[in-house]
C-alpha cells in the first residue's frame, strides 16, 4: 500500500493539473487547432492574440472587476459574520442557543437550488437587482464556517476569556488579539474557501443581473461568443485569465497554509 500510494498522488495530482494545462495551451491554440483530427494537446503555432480579442471584443475587464469586489466583500462580510456567530456559540451564554445553532446547522441540508426562486423574489423586491449586494446575498451566511470557527474555538479555554473580562478587556479586543491568532490556520483555509467559491458562483450572479456591466466573469465569459464559429481562443484564453488570481494567491500562501495546518494537528 505504501508503494502504490506515490502512484496514486501522481495520477490524482494529473487529474487536478490536467485541465489547468489545457486551458493554457488552448489559449494559444488557433481556430484550425481545435477542429484537428487528432485533437491536440500543444498549438501548431502560439496565437497570442487571443488575449487581445477576448478583452478587446467584450467587456472581460468589467466583468472581472465585478467578480474581485464581489469576492473580497462578500469573503469579508461571510467571515466577518461567521467569526461572531461562532463566538456566540462557543463562549456566550443565551436561551436558546443550542437550538439556534442546530437550525443554522440543519440549513445545510437544504439544496441551495430550491431556494432560487425564493430568494430571487426576495432580492427583487427588496431593489437588490443588478448591485453587489444582490450579488453576494446569498452567500453571507455560511453554517459549514460557523460550525468549523466554533469547533476551533472550544479548543480555547473560557478561563481565558474570564480572566480577559475581569482585566477589562472587551469581547471585541479578545477576539482580534487572541482568538483570531489562535484560528489562524482555519481562518486562511475557509477566507481562500470562500473568496473562490464567490468569484466562481454562475447561476445565481446571471439570475440578478440584468444589465450587462454587473456581470460577474463566470457569466461575462458565456457571452463572448466566439465559441459560436468554433473559434474558442479567446474563451481560453479568458478563462486562463479567470484562474490566474486563484492560483497565484494559493502560491503565495501554500507555505503559510502548510505551516498552520501542521502547527494545528501538532497541538492536537
Not at 437588490?128 to 460550525?147: E, R
Not at 479578545?174 to 481562518?187: A, D, E, G, R, Y
Not at 501554500?254 to 501542521?262: M, T
Given at each position: 500500500m505504501k508503494k502504490a500510494l506515490p502512484v496514486l498522488t501522481m495520477i490524482?495530482?494529473?487529474i487536478v493539473v490536467f485541465p489547468i494545462f489545457y486551458s493554457l495551451s488552448g489559449s494559444l491554440f488557433s481556430p484550425a487547432d481545435f477542429s484537428s483530427t487528432p485533437a491536440r494537446l500543444f498549438p501548431t503555432t502560439l496565437t497570442f492574440s487571443n488575449y487581445t480579442r477576448a478583452f478587446a471584443q467584450s467587456h472581460l475587464t468589467r466583468f472581472f472587476v465585478n467578480s474581485f469586489i464581489t469576492a473580497t466583500f462578500g469573503t469579508l462580510l461571510r467571515m466577518t459574520i461567521s467569526i461572531l456567530a461562532a463566538y456566540s456559540f462557543s463562549f456566550l451564554s443565551f436561551k436558546g442557543r443550542d437550538f439556534l445553532f442546530i437550525v443554522i446547522i440543519a440549513t445545510m441540508l437544504l439544496p441551495g437550488?430550491?431556494?432560487?426562486?425564493?430568494?430571487?423574489?426576495?432580492?427583487?423586491?427588496?431593489?437588490?437587482?443588478?448591485?453587489?449586494?444582490?450579488?453576494?446575498?446569498?452567500?453571507?451566511?455560511?453554517?459549514?464556517?460557523?460550525?468549523?470557527?466554533r469547533q476551533y474555538f472550544k479548543t480555547v479555554s473560557k478561563e481565558y476569556r474570564e480572566e480577559a473580562i475581569l482585566e477589562g478587556c472587551t469581547d471585541k479586543?479578545?477576539?482580534?488579539?487572541?482568538?483570531?491568532?489562535?484560528?489562524?490556520?482555519?481562518?486562511?483555509?475557509?477566507?481562500?474557501?470562500s473568496f473562490t467559491g464567490i468569484f466562481n458562483d454562475y447561476l445565481w450572479p446571471l439570475l440578478v443581473t440584468n444589465k450587462e456591466s454587473m456581470r460577474t466573469v463566470q457569466v461575462g465569459i458565456t457571452m463572448l461568443g466566439f465559441s459560436e464559429t468554433l473559434d474558442f481562443g479567446p474563451e481560453f484564453a479568458a478563462i486562463s485569465v479567470l484562474m490566474s488570481p486563484i492560483l497565484i494567491t494559493f502560491i503565495l500562501l501554500?507555505?503559510?497554509?502548510?505551516?498552520?495546518?501542521?502547527t494545528r494537528f501538532t497541538e492536537r
Open positions: 490524482f495530482a494529473l437550488d430550491a431556494l432560487l426562486i425564493e430568494n430571487f423574489t426576495t432580492i427583487r423586491h427588496w431593489g437588490l437587482l443588478d448591485t453587489y449586494l444582490g450579488i453576494i446575498s446569498t452567500s453571507l451566511l455560511a453554517p459549514v464556517h460557523i460550525f468549523m470557527l479586543r479578545f477576539i482580534v488579539s487572541l482568538l483570531l491568532p489562535l484560528s489562524k490556520s482555519v481562518l486562511i483555509i475557509l477566507a481562500l474557501q501554500r507555505k503559510r497554509i502548510q505551516e498552520s495546518l501542521s
